[in-house]
């Protein structure tokens, strides 16, 4: 499933072409994808202009002047593709701008969504009103995850991926950040120490922003809007690592938590 760094690439990559663009054509391919198409979508961003473009955890927006979001979210497989010359059988959301570029949303599996939400409820509709800060933020800094933390006796691994106590961190990140911060994935939550938490918050900064340089991570059928894949998984210190070194000198190992990979190394997370 693309992760954080792959929804900023996405978005970044779209508003080259969207910002301040306007949407002069939009033609829904199928009813649905993991839900339906919101019924007035091609009535409200035909003739509308792009104001600015986001992401709120792993969720895409495209703000408009008619002060409706488009909120995207790619699901297992979902991208966007720019001016792909011709569309296929899989790109079941077709935007075309003013400009002459055509963006379409491609999704095999058709895991993704696509809502419309009135830009100023954004904070309080549904599957954001209980979302936690965002990593990259201010907001999330050691002290507010100490007190998110505080007497929770869940895996540190388990409570990263709770998208009330941070939003939009995935597998992979929590894995990567876990270990640059040396702290040992299945360790009481509580019981993590403020210094352990104050190697931890920046870990997962920059472990998140090296990926977004990066443009992400190759992840099955994940690509950039240009095409291009993510580059990223060549710099995973342990996800997908199970047997082989880490850069402290142990060996990478493998648990499953909560029904996911859990990759860490026994010698530096304690």
Known sequence: MPELPEV????????????????????????????????????????????????????????????????????????????????????????????????????ARRFGSVDLVDTAELDTWGPFAALGPEPLGEAFNAAALAHALSGRSAAIKLMLLDQRIVAGLGNIYVCEGLNRARIAPAKAAGRVSRQALARLVPAIKDVLAEAIAAGGSTLRDYARPDGELGYFAKDWRVYGREGEPCPCGGTVERVVQGGRSTFFCRKCQR
């Open 8 to 107: 900023e690439t996405t978005v970044r990559g779209l508003a080259g072409v969207l910002q301040d663009a306007r949407i002069t054509r939009v033609a829904v391919n199928r009813p649905d994808l993991r839900r339906a198409f919101p019924p007035d979508l091609a009535q409200a961003l035909t003739g509308a202009r792009v104001t600015g473009l986001g992401r709120r955890a792993k969720y895409g927006l495209v703000h408009t002047d008619r002060d409706r979001t488009m909120v995207f979210h790619l699901g297992m497989s979902g991208r966007w593709r720019i001016d792909p010359g011709e569309t296929g059988k899989h790109d079941h959301l077709v935007l075309e701008t003013d400009a002459g570029h055509v963006l379409a949303l491609n999704d």
